[in-house]
């Protein structure tokens, strides 16, 4: 983050089918870019893989670029609801990819409100 001490432009919750894995295909290394590029911009990230798992190097490349990753129990089984409303205000935009991925959270964001999805 160039930004120095200035706090971040937005705080973002970005939700994927599983971490982008940037050295496999074409999908995972988009997605990869768009966190870093986020990241790059100053934006705070959250990333959340729809598939809970933990794969390396994936997820501590994230961590070292400053992405917050969202994963275990207390994000299992609609756990992550409540952990966005806790945060309400705090997240200004979530980010769904793929379709498969924005049918099983877009309703659940919505209730929530106070965020805008892309």
């Not at 997605?31 to 798992?53: A, H, K, T, W």
């Not at 190097?57 to 409303?85: D, I, Q, T």
């Given at each position: ?7 971040p432009a937005a705080t973002l919750l ?105």
């Amino acid at each position: 983050m160039s930004t120095g001490d200035a706090p971040p432009a937005a705080t973002l919750l970005v939700i994927d089918a599983t971490l982008p894995k940037f050295d496999h295909d074409a999908g995972g290394r988009s997605s990869f870019l768009y966190l870093q590029i986020l990241r790059d911009m100053g934006y705070e990230v959250f990333f959340m893989p729809n598939d809970q798992l933990r794969r390396e190097p994936y997820a501590s490349v994230l961590e070292r670029m400053g992405v917050k990753l969202l994963m275990g129990s207390g994000f299992h089984c609609g756990k992550w609801k409540n952990w966005l409303r806790g945060r309400a205000g705090q997240i200004t935009h979530v980010i769904l990819h793929r379709p498969n991925v924005a049918k099983r959270y877009l309703a659940a964001i919505r209730k929530i409100g106070g965020v805008k999805v892309l």
